[in-house]
DNA sequence: TCTTTGCTTGCGATTTTAGCCAAATATGCA
DNA sequence: TGCATATTTGGCTAAAATCGCAAGCAAAGA
């Protein structure tokens, strides 16, 4: 059984990605990893509000992270993820993609 | 300007599925329309309960409508919309298929 | 050991979402 | 026109999510 094959997994990871925050998170991350401190520059927001986010995304499957020193680094648990934006981008950009051709 | 171009119009359409009967309604709109009355035979929930799920579904872009005679009948807006689910099934069914190898 | 830095967690206040019931609306049929 | 059916909307309450502040904790360095 993968980490995402039942109905409630699915439900979390696409709770995680609903909120504006969290969904750009995942963009940055999509680059490569970051730390905590330098995910902070990016979002006007205390620091504790970017740790829960995070760990919403962790317990949904759609990040990891490891401790190094005294910094935590995040990273997509898989850049396959980012084929989501992509599904909702290809719908935007070229209609021929789109099997209902709309 | 594509319809889920905009940070907000991804969000909306995550919010959308992030819930499990939504989520589930969509996967039942993926093999063909259905109206309102037939929808509501799969789930134990108040129509009204059912209806505005459908509204937000609406509003997110993830699903039209079509009123014919006394029923409301709802389509997925683009069948595509079932890639996203794709995405999630691909990394659970077929590790090649993921660039990360997990 | 003591202090600083980086991050997480407990908590309370506010906002958003979900659900049901009842009322409103619209269509079709008698 | 009057009634039944199908769906939406208003109003309410309960539950969940969001946020910042303050406190806690672990690693690093003095």
């Given at each position: 059984?993968?980490?995402?094959?039942?109905?409630?997994?699915?439900?979390?990871?696409?709770?995680?990605?609903?909120?504006?925050?969290?969904?750009?998170?995942?963009?940055?991350?999509?680059?490569?990893?970051?730390?905590?401190?330098?995910?902070?520059?990016?979002?006007?927001?205390?620091?504790?509000?970017?740790?829960?986010?995070?760990?919403?995304?962790?317990?949904?499957?759609?990040?990891?992270?490891?401790?190094?020193?005294?910094?935590?680094?995040?990273?997509?648990?898989?850049?396959?993820?980012?084929r989501i934006f992509d599904c909702l981008d290809a719908l935007d950009a070229d209609a021929k993609r789109?099997?209902?051709?709309?």
């Amino acid at each position: 059984m993968g980490k995402f094959s039942s109905l409630d997994a699915k439900v979390a990871v696409f709770k995680a990605l609903a909120h504006p925050t969290r969904l750009r998170i995942v963009q940055d991350l999509a680059e490569g990893e970051l730390c905590v401190c330098v995910l902070l520059e990016s979002f006007p927001i205390d620091m504790s509000t970017l740790s829960r986010h995070l760990s919403v995304l962790k317990n949904a499957g759609v990040v990891d992270c490891e401790k190094r020193g005294k910094n935590v680094y995040y990273r997509l648990a898989c850049p396959c993820l980012t084929r989501i934006f992509d599904c909702l981008d290809a719908l935007d950009a070229d209609a021929k993609r789109c099997a209902c051709g709309r």
